[in-house]
């Protein structure tokens, strides 16, 4: 894979947090919130990280105009 083909750290950030959707979604679906709501939170917290890097970085590119 050359370096042109690899994702962007924005597609990157996105595969992320739709793992992270995915996965508490299943603790939930799973009925196991009670047992795990420590992991859950972190989840949580860790995909709103990834949206907000999302955000900063479109916004970079957006007032740099490499969008």
Excluded: C, W, Y
């Excluded at 979604?25 to 709501?37: G, L, N, W």
């Amino acid at each position: 894979m050359s370096l042109s083909d690899q994702p962007n750290i924005v597609d990157t950030l996105r595969v992320v947090r739709g793992f992270l959707r995915l996965a508490r979604k299943s603790i939930i679906d799973a009925r196991h919130i009670e047992a795990m709501i420590e992991i859950d939170t972190l989840m949580q917290m860790a995909e709103a990280e990834a949206q907000r890097q999302i955000a900063v970085i479109e916004r970079a590119a957006a007032s740099t105009g490499l969008t």
